[in-house]
């Protein structure tokens, strides 16, 4: 195989290949950066496993072979048994919820939406608050009915949308619309159910990583196993959606079905996410921003922003944990904290010198 001789920009490396026939840029910056977040991903997810809550503390270098069953009896035991599943379900949630928020904004070309500004993680908690509440969901459980509600959510949004085609532009009106909407009924059913249904609700609502274990971990891993490498195939099609409709239709992209496949997708994984840990608030909203900026490109890049989603939601969690000595502060507090004062300078930063 050989390469073309193509000329070289500011930190892009355009390559064309002849046999086969394939050219692209490669971005150089990104490709140096999703390694460096993958490895931060890490270290904090030993750290999570290795200083979670209790009094039984370990170092790295300890931790490291514990994952694996090695080292000392007891350290394995707290490791796999006690702090590895929550630790789990932290790292792919917040990978997830780094997806999501990077098609989202992607799809709507703005960098203020996410699944938990566009009422994708309000419907899951209005299902959840319904199961609970009303005895609809009996035997389903909070992660079926958090799914449901998810998807619903997602659907009834392009569908309201829909205009002969939908725009970005309309999908966050309505998507805004949609998350007052289920958010209004969630409060209702709080209001009428009764102190312990109310306590139960709240618990989920807040983003909560207490209990998990393997039985909310697989799922999640199962669904971005899938839906990861089909995001990821639609990356073409998705840059394209940055240069606008009219402009993407005459590269022949075809501009609603794949505006249509990137909501399914986002909306499916944001879902898994909100079923697995709730709705964890402001993670999908900066972690593509972030990751965007490390990167400098003009688009969410969807692997940086999993690593950048997945590093949030473990700090998050490990601060929880040893915030308060006898209190675990659930994760969607901490990340809920610390993503308001991200939306106010993004909404100053979007406004330009005008808007501040």
């Given at each position: 195989?050989?390469?073309?001789?193509?000329?070289?920009?500011?930190?892009?490396?355009?390559?064309r290949?002849?046999?086969?026939?394939?050219?692209?840029?490669?971005h150089?910056?990104?490709?140096?950066?999703?390694?460096?977040?993958?490895?931060v991903?890490?270290?904090?997810?030993?750290?999570?496993?290795?200083?979670?809550?209790?009094?039984?503390?370990?170092?790295?270098t300890?931790?490291?072979?514990?994952?694996w069953?090695?080292?000392?009896?007891?350290?394995?035991?707290?490791?796999?048994?006690?702090?590895?599943?929550?630790a789990?379900?932290?790292?792919?949630?917040?990978?997830?919820?780094?997806?999501?928020?990077?098609?989202?904004?992607?799809v709507?070309?703005?960098?203020?939406?996410?699944?938990?500004?566009?009422?994708?993680?309000?419907?899951?908690?209005?299902?959840?608050?319904?199961?609970?509440?009303?005895?609809?969901?009996?035997?389903?459980?909070?992660?079926?009915?958090?799914?449901?509600?998810?998807?619903?959510?997602?659907?009834?949004?392009?569908?309201?949308?829909?205009?002969?085609?939908?725009?970005?532009?309309r999908?966050?009106?309505?998507?805004?619309?949609?998350?007052?909407?289920?958010?209004?009924?969630t409060?209702?059913?709080?209001?009428?159910?009764?102190?312990?249904?109310?306590?139960?609700?709240?618990?989920?609502?807040?983003?909560?990583?207490?209990?998990?274990?393997?039985?909310n971990?697989?799922?999640?891993?199962?669904?971005?196993?899938?839906?990861?490498?089909a995001?990821?195939?639609?990356?073409?099609?998705?840059?394209?959606?940055?240069?606008?409709?009219?402009?993407?239709?005459?590269?022949?992209?075809?501009?609603?079905?794949?505006?249509?496949?990137?909501?399914?997708?986002?909306?499916?994984?944001?879902?898994?996410?909100?079923?697995?840990?709730?709705?964890?608030?402001?993670?999908?909203?900066?972690?593509?921003?972030?990751?965007?900026?490390?990167?400098?490109?003009?688009?969410?890049?969807?692997?940086?922003?999993?690593?950048?989603?997945?590093?949030?939601?473990?700090?998050?969690?490990?601060i929880?944990?040893?915030?308060?000595?006898?209190?675990?502060?659930?994760?969607?507090?901490?990340?809920?904290?610390?993503?308001a004062?991200?939306?106010?300078?993004?909404?100053?930063?979007?406004?330009?010198?005008?808007?501040?």
């Amino acid at each position: 195989m050989t390469t073309a001789k193509t000329p070289r920009f500011a930190g892009r490396l355009p390559f064309r290949l002849r046999r086969p026939a394939v050219s692209g840029v490669l971005h150089v910056r990104h490709l140096l950066v999703w390694p460096v977040l993958a490895a931060v991903a890490f270290l904090t997810f030993c750290l999570t496993v290795a200083v979670g809550s209790g009094d039984y503390t370990m170092s790295l270098t300890e931790v490291v072979p514990a994952l694996w069953g090695a080292g000392d009896p007891a350290g394995v035991f707290v490791v796999r048994e006690l702090r590895l599943p929550r630790a789990a379900v932290a790292l792919l949630s917040g990978a997830a919820f780094g997806v999501a928020g990077a098609v989202y904004q992607a799809v709507t070309r703005n960098p203020l939406a996410s699944p938990d500004m566009l009422g994708i993680t309000q419907g899951a908690g209005a299902a959840v608050a319904a199961g609970i509440v009303l005895g609809t969901g009996a035997g389903l459980g909070t992660q079926i009915l958090g799914l449901a509600g998810a998807v619903s959510a997602g659907l009834l949004i392009y569908v309201l949308a829909w205009r002969k085609g939908t725009t970005g532009y309309r999908i966050v009106l309505v998507g805004v619309g949609i998350s007052w909407m289920c958010s209004s009924v969630t409060y209702y059913l709080l209001s009428r159910g009764e102190t312990y249904e109310a306590q139960r609700v709240l618990g989920w609502l807040v983003g909560n990583l207490n209990e998990r274990g393997w039985e909310n971990a697989r799922p999640l891993a199962l669904a971005l196993l899938v839906l990861l490498p089909a995001v990821l195939m639609l990356g073409r099609p998705q840059r394209a959606l940055q240069l606008g409709d009219e402009v993407a239709g005459a590269l022949g992209t075809p501009v609603q079905r794949a505006r249509l496949a990137l909501m399914v997708c986002g909306a499916a994984i944001a879902a898994f996410a909100t079923a697995a840990a709730g709705p964890v608030l402001f993670v999908a909203l900066a972690a593509p921003q972030i990751a965007q900026r490390l990167a400098r490109l003009t688009v969410p890049p969807v692997t940086a922003s999993a690593f950048t989603g997945a590093t949030i939601v473990l700090i998050g969690d490990l601060i929880g944990q040893r915030l308060m000595e006898d209190t675990v502060v659930p994760v969607g507090v901490v990340t809920g904290v610390l993503g308001a004062p991200f939306l106010l300078w993004q909404l100053a930063r979007a406004g330009g010198p005008s808007g501040r």
